[in-house]
């Protein structure tokens, strides 16, 4: 059975840094591509980041691109959100995910990913 536990939400000031884990069983990072997405309160979810299985290729929202870093770590079958600079509007529930298929490529659309953690909250406050 395949599940994704994520940790390391929390609240913080703006400015501050938060780093989110992905721990995953059942499936190995290291064939299955993996995503963060958020969900903010009354908006639909969105893509944050992703790591493509081989790790070459990472992609990030238009929102997080050059404050967030996606990384992972095949041996420990986890994957990092690093957040820095974080903003008000980066309050949210952050969700780890994993591909649909093995070997597959890195995609930003959530019907992409058939595996969801249960959820981080981060809080940034003013």
């Known amino acids: 059975q395949v599940q994704l536990v994520e940790s390391g939400g929390g609240s913080v000031q703006a400015g501050d840094s938060l780093r989110l884990s992905c721990t995953v069983s059942g499936r190995t990072v290291s064939t299955y591509s993996m995503g963060w997405f958020r969900q903010a309160s009354g908006k639909e979810r969105e893509f944050v980041a992703g790591?493509?299985?081989?790790?070459?290729?990472?992609a990030y929202g238009d929102s997080v691109k050059g404050r967030f870093t996606i990384s992972k770590d095949n041996a420990k079958n986890t994957v990092w959100l690093q957040m820095n600079s974080l903003k008000p509007e980066d309050t949210a529930v952050y969700y780890c995910a994993s591909g649909v298929s093995p070997y597959s490529g890195l995609y930003i659309d959530n019907y992409r990913y058939d595996y969801w953690g249960q959820g981080t909250q981060v809080t940034v406050s003013s």
């Open positions: 790591i493509m299985w081989s790790g070459a290729s990472t």
